[in-house]
């Protein structure tokens, strides 16, 4: 059973440039969250998405964006890009308001 | 906004020693919850609380949901050298709030 995959593991985007960070649940999960992690800090909360709408979001400006498709599986977008979005993205998937699983990260280095 | 001051910052220890972390907080939670993060990993679940109170084990690992509703602590017995982490408490308002409000981490180092 597949865990939490998120693709791609690893990047460099320049100062200005847009990205898209992808994220497939946990089979059977319905729900996906993204929370960004940078250097020696805890994971921020971003947004929810939940029946292919967002259905919360944190602290984060409109560059932030997402999107949630039929299959469950997850977009995250970031435009304009500044260094200070260079951190671990992490994926979460649950059941409806259950426990999350985690994926691996997508670490995105702003140069 | 809601935060978890998380104490101490890093832990180093030997091999055999108990340890033990905690995360405070001024709002209320209605779940808390434990994790562990590898490098280059993400964080793995390792004690939820759902009630004030509640007293859970995960073999060598305990966690309390305090009282208050407001802290959380967790203890590791014997440690060993795959201890090795950064821990991480986290808490749920629930209420309709789904987010996870994380502390900035423990990371623990254990000497063979």
């Known amino acids: 059973d597949a865990g939490v995959t998120q693709s791609p593991t690893h990047l460099i985007k320049t100062r200005g440039q847009q990205v898209t960070l992808r994220c497939s649940p946990k089979s059977g999960h319905d729900t996906v969250s993204w929370y960004q992690q940078a250097l020696g800090q805890g994971p921020q909360f971003i947004f929810q998405?939940?029946?292919?709408?967002?259905?919360q979001r944190g602290n984060f400006p409109d560059r932030f964006s997402g999107h949630q498709f039929p299959n469950y599986s997850s977009e995250l977008n970031v435009n304009a890009l500044l260094l200070g979005d260079s951190a671990l993205y992490l994926c979460a998937s649950s059941l409806a308001r259950g426990g999350y699983t985690f994926g691996s990260g997508t670490r995105l280095t702003v140069v | 906004g809601q935060q978890l001051n998380q104490s101490p910052q890093s832990m180093f220890i030997q091999e055999g020693e108990d340890v033990s972390m905690n995360c405070t907080s001024s709002s209320i939670f209605n779940t808390w919850l434990w994790y562990k993060q590898d490098p280059g990993e993400g964080p793995v679940l390792l004690i939820a609380l759902y009630k004030a109170g509640e007293l859970t084990s995960n073999g060598r690992l305990t966690a309390q949901f305090g009282i208050t509703r407001k802290d959380s602590f967790l203890n590791i017995s014997a440690s060993i050298p795959s201890d090795v982490g950064i821990y991480f408490c986290?808490?749920?308002?629930?209420?309709?709030?789904?987010?996870?409000?994380f502390g900035k981490g423990t990371k623990l180092t254990v000497n063979p």
């Open positions: 986290a808490g749920q308002l629930g209420g309709g709030s789904e987010k996870l409000v």
């Open positions: 998405y939940y029946e292919e709408e967002e259905r």
